[in-house]
């Protein structure tokens, strides 16, 4: 499920954080430096490292556009660099000078919220880069942060234990004791979920701590009723503390990692974990899922970055709601629409169908040319598997006729494979197919774009048998 498909060994020191914008990948350490990398081949940007503070960076983050990359620092300040050349815009130094602990842009990109040592939130207009708003958790050091999905509230986590919520005028609207020993880290979800007791609209949010555990939440964030914070369940798995937690951008998967040296990945809907990385050899600090991909890093106090890419057929095994049989497809929901995506192992474009509205009228006009231009799916891969789950759909609206399994279709062509093999990044395809697209498309994988390191395709024979299987019994 989880290929490591690249390692980075560049920082001296521990590495503290990772964060991802659509292009790039940051990392920042104990050793003073911010490093920036091209998510396109892992190269390392020629103005990287950034160097700028006088000690260890403990948080780095990316805004919404991606233009920007905020760090901040046990010296006290905040610094945003500009990701275009690595040029310092500006430096945003903490009332008391208390060192910073966390730092988070809101959803909109028009705020810095920066959480310190001495418990201090402060929160930034990222235009005037002057001080909009401040305020002070009860007890403790500000160790975590996160946004609301419409940016109108934000979640603290303290060293005390508790999680905090606020609105953007930096009131104190609930607080709730979660983690005995401490909050460590904290994310929230920006997919909805249905709560059955309620008509409102909740978010899921995890948090973690010094008590070895990750606990679900639903939260609910109304400007005219405020925020609620419901306890949903516990996550176990490690034996240590938990440093890091982190949703993928669909909000299907969990990822954690800890002083146990051991990631987790969970499959939020149910709890369960799907797989347990363990290739760092120190505590692992930091986790972070790509945007519109799920594209994980982590890092660890053994100075590395590991770059993994998960695949979702089995992570979203089972996950998708079924869509009542009486609803038509092009009545259809975005929820409906969601659901089914799922059902075909292509979650990887909830988030993207969700941001372009694609209900069911809408999926059944996609084309090839809409996929390509207008929902910008570069991969040739990706827009043949999508059109041909479309055009499936539209078949079994008229027959009701079953397709043949999806790991039976070559993902280049979307045909029944007949010699198929496995290449370098994990995937099978038709022979034919992927050595036409070795030759004509250089060395990159069909599925993810990204760079193949071996061109040598090994037979997968259990496919080939499993195929001829299925064939035999459609022809009784």
Known sequence: MATLIHSISDHSDDVNYCAFSSSFLATCSLDKTVRVYSLSNFAELPYSPLRGHTYAVHCCCFSPSGGVLASCSTDGTAVLWDTRDGRRLAVLGQPHAS?????????????????????????????????????????GSLMACAFSPNGNFFVTGSSSGDLTIWDDKMRCLYNEKAHDLGVTCCDISSHPVSDS??????????????????????????DFLGAELKYKCTLNGHSAPV??????????????????????????????????LSQHTRYVTTCAFAPHSH?????????????????LKQSCAGSAVETESNVAVEDWSEEDVSA???????????????????????????????????????????????????????????????????????????????????????????????????STKRRTSPMTNLPLHSLMLTPNRTLKMAISRWLETQQK
């Not at 310190?116 to 909009?132: F, H, I, K, N």
């Not at 995890?206 to 109304?222: E, P, R, T, Y």
């Not at 041909?388 to 397709?403: C, F, H, N």
């Open 197 to 222: 007791e309620n008509e409102f609209r909740y978010f899921q949010m995890a948090s973690c701590g010094q008590d070895n555990k990750i606990k679900l939440w639903l939260v609910l964030f109304a």
């Open 99 to 139: 060192p910073l602990r966390v730092c988070r842009f809101s959803p909109h990109g028009s705020r810095l919220l920066a959480g310190a040592a001495d418990g201090t939130v402060q929160l930034w207009d990222t235009e005037s880069l002057r001080p909009y708003r401040s305020g002070n958790v009860k007890d």
């Open 340 to 438: 089914w995506l799922c059902a075909q192992n292509l979650a990887d474009f909830v988030g993207l169908f969700k941001i372009n509205n694609i209900d069911g009228k809408e999926l059944l006009k996609l084309t090839k040319e809409s996929l390509a231009n207008e929902l910008k799916i570069e991969s040739l891969g990706l827009r043949s598997k999508v059109l041909q789950k479309i055009e499936e759909l539209r078949r079994t609206m008229t027959s009701g006729s079953v397709p043949a399994p999806d790991e039976f279709l070559c993902p280049i062509t979307r045909e029944l494979m007949k010699d198929p093999v496995i290449a370098a990044d994990g995937y099978s395809y038709e022979r034919e197919a992927v050595e036409h697209w070795i």
């Open 295 to 311: 594209l994980l890093a982590t890092g660890s106090m053994d100075k590395t970055v590991h770059i993994w890419q998960l695949d």
């Open 243 to 276: 440093l890091a937690c982190a949703f993928s951008y669909d909000g299907q998967l969990l990822v954690s990692g800890s002083v146990d040296k051991c990631v987790i990945i969970y499959k939020t809907s149910t709890g369960n974990a799907l797989h347990t």
